[in-house]
């Protein structure tokens, strides 16, 4: 089936620096991707969707100057965690649709990334 | 705009019991798929079914089950004999199409040995 990787899966930062995610799907190509944060024992909520050659669409209430999203090819977004504060600590998953039948899963998603902040 | 409402934050149960968990959407979408996620304590979310909003059919997977019902929107989820390695956050989730995804809020299932 369609795979979707992340990296890197953890990773632990000082306050103030910033950190950058990425999300490749492997066998297919993906226009649009979504990233999402799940805060301990909550659920995840979508922050931003990424679409391959335009600008990315933030949900209401996500800072777009702090997370910054570039969908640089059909295959790989990234997110930029820019000058990150301890409350940024978080799960970020990405997803990746693939609507081409190959299985009966349509959104694959991302094993994760921790963020810690320090 | 969608909504998913899983009602069980968690559930204990003592291995082997059957143990179902419910799920309950909104959505104005004539479309709509349905969808079922595993989140063992690793973090990665582990794919279980998806459904269309036009196929009311139950379904059976060894010991998982499935119940969709449109009259009541819910989509409900029940283990068989339950075991140890069922313990997880099971999320219920919904979307409209080639959009993003709106997740419940989870259910922690324990299973006692």
């Known amino acids: 089936g369609a795979v979707v990787s992340q990296h890197p899966s953890r990773v632990i930062c000082k306050s103030g620096t910033s950190v950058k995610i990425e999300c490749r799907s492997l066998d297919f190509q993906a226009t649009t991707m979504f990233w999402y944060r799940q805060f301990p024992k909550q659920s995840l909520m979508l922050m931003a969707t990424?679409?391959?050659?335009?600008?990315?669409?933030?949900e209401q209430g996500v800072e777009k100057d702090k997370f910054l999203i570039n969908h640089a090819s059909l295959t790989l977004s990234t997110l930029t965690v820019t000058s990150a504060h301890p409350e940024d600590s978080s799960f970020y998953i990405c997803s990746a649709p693939d609507w081409s039948g190959r299985s009966t899963d349509t959104q694959y998603f991302g094993p994760g990334t921790r963020l810690t902040v320090l | 705009a969608q909504k998913v409402t899983q009602a069980q934050t968690e559930i204990s149960v003592v291995e082997k019991e059957d143990v179902t968990l419910d799920c309950v959407y909104e959505t104005r979408d004539t479309t709509y798929y349905l969808f079922w996620y595993k989140q063992p304590p690793s973090g990665e979310l582990v794919f279980l079914i998806r459904?269309?909003?036009?196929?009311?059919q139950n379904e059976i997977s060894g010991r998982y089950s499935w119940n969709f019902q449109k009259s009541t929107s819910s989509f409900n989820f029940t283990i068989t004999a339950s075991q140890v390695v069922d313990s997880a956050v099971y999320f219920c989730?919904?979307?409209?199409?080639?959009?993003?995804?709106?997740f419940g809020t989870g259910t922690k299932l324990q299973v006692i040995p």
């Open positions: 989730a919904l979307t409209g199409g080639y959009q993003k995804v709106t």
């Open positions: 990424s679409n391959e050659g335009s600008k990315a669409t933030y």
């Open positions: 459904r269309n909003s036009f196929d009311e």
